[in-house]
């Protein structure tokens, strides 16, 4: 089992940044992930990185967003700049550990235009 502790969402202006914290009970060889649900829109993949370092986005994040994780302390970050009012959503954390994956219970992210 792996639990999953998110924090960091809030309420911002459009322009601002907010960084998301996601801290795993176990050390986590594999990579972790931030996901996104927007009212009435399916979940999403936002952002990945892998144990060594290597990352994804999805093209509408890129350059605004930065996904990084600290090994020792079993924990991914995203830090998010330039926020746009579409970037409003519930941010999940997402690790497979052994062959199950395990989700964060999500943090709200409200971005006012």
């Known amino acids: 089992q792996v639990h999953l502790v998110e924090s960091g969402g809030g309420l911002v202006q459009a322009g601002g940044s907010l960084r998301l914290s996601c801290a795993a009970s176990r050390k986590i060889f594999n990579a972790m992930e931030w996901y996104r649900q927007a009212p009435g829109k399916q979940r999403e993949l936002v952002a990945g990185i892998g144990f060594g370092g290597s990352t994804n986005y999805v093209d509408s994040v890129k350059g605004r967003f930065t996904i990084s994780r600290d090994n020792a302390k079993n924990t991914v970050y995203l830090q998010m700049n330039s926020l746009k009012f579409e970037d409003t959503a519930v941010y999940y954390c997402?690790?497979?550990?052994?062959?199950?994956?395990?989700w964060g219970q999500g943090t709200q992210v409200t971005v006012s235009s």
């Open positions: 997402k690790v497979r550990w052994g062959s199950n994956d395990y």
